[in-house]
């Protein structure tokens, strides 16, 4: 017994090191968004000339005033992201469980070279795509629309390779077969038995492209022109440039900068609930 707990000892400062770097890791990632909650909260006097980390009295009044400026076009911001974003994230993510499943649980000429050429393509930067893709769009006719925007966030190689490492290990072959002799058809297989085993993975997938789409600047700020169809990061992007002949701006920005970050939480709290493991347990005897 006196072994085994000087065993215990022995090993506890290497089980707290572990979450002590966590925390350090969580402190480092939340402080810049605690300081913009700090930041939304000041009025445009307080937020040059008071303490970096006390709150102020403004908040209120920055929301209000946001909402306002330029007939509420932060509105139109929003929507325009949430479309970006929403549709984007559900049409990469159908596209990306077909994809998997069938790279995962079929066999075919030129599979292999599919799945390397999806490799090679996480490797490539979005970055390096993105004036590519505007001339492309620009030979179509499609640049400065919605459509390009959302066309390029569909086919994402790496959300592809997720879905068919999921499937691959949610998805047992014999329940598979146990349905064909059933005489069930390849496409009622999949989506009565493969996509349903496959929810958490798409999950995972949808919130992943979301929050990217959401994210992204460089891809809208080139493809778009019309500021009605900016979303919220380059819509606040060009308040920032404002902000340097009109500082007031600078409150509107840091409370837009907030704000936008809100539906992102709560889609993460709200959907958390639908990854869950197992889903296949017991389906095969």
């Not at 006097?45 to 209120?60: I, K, N, Q, V």
């Not at 994402?156 to 499937?167: D, K, N, Q």
């Not at 929050?211 to 080139?222: E, K, M, S, T, Y």
């Amino acid at each position: 017994m006196a072994s085994a707990h000087r065993l215990k000892a022995a090993r506890a400062p290497w089980g707290v090191a572990p979450t002590g770097l966590l925390l350090l890791g969580a402190i480092y990632c939340l402080f810049p968004v605690f300081w913009v909650l700090i930041a939304a909260t000041k009025s445009p006097a307080e937020l040059f000339s008071t303490s970096t980390l006390s709150f102020g009295t403004g908040f209120l009044d920055n929301v209000t005033q946001l909402f306002a400026y330029r007939d509420g076009v932060f509105w139109l911001w929003a929507a325009n992201t949430l479309l970006y974003a929403g549709g984007g994230a559900l049409l990469s993510t159908a596209v990306s469980a077909v994809s998997g499943y069938t790279l995962a649980k079929y066999r075919f000429r030129g599979r292999n070279l599919i799945f390397n050429l999806l490799i090679g393509g996480i490797l490539v930067p979005s970055v390096v795509l993105a004036i590519p893709q505007y001339l492309l769009f620009s030979k179509v006719g499609l640049a400065d629309t919605y459509w390009a925007v959302l066309l390029p966030q569909i086919l994402h190689p790496y959300s592809i390779y997720l879905a068919r490492v999921y499937a691959t290990a949610a998805i047992p072959d014999s329940l598979l077969e146990a349905g064909r002799i059933d005489g069930a058809g390849e496409g009622r297989l999949m989506y009565q038995v493969a996509i349903p085993l496959m929810v958490p993975g798409m999950v995972t997938i949808f919130l992943f492209q979301f929050v990217a789409i959401w994210n992204n600047f460089l891809l809208p700020f080139i493809m778009l022109g019309d500021d009605g169809k900016f979303p919220l990061t380059v819509g606040l992007f060009t308040l920032l440039q404002s902000g340097a002949n009109q500082p007031s701006l600078y409150n509107l920005i840091l409370t837009g900068a907030f704000l936008s970050l809100i539906p992102l939480i709560a889609l993460f709290l709200t959907m958390q609930r639908y990854w869950k493991t197992d889903l296949s347990s017991g389906a095969v005897k």
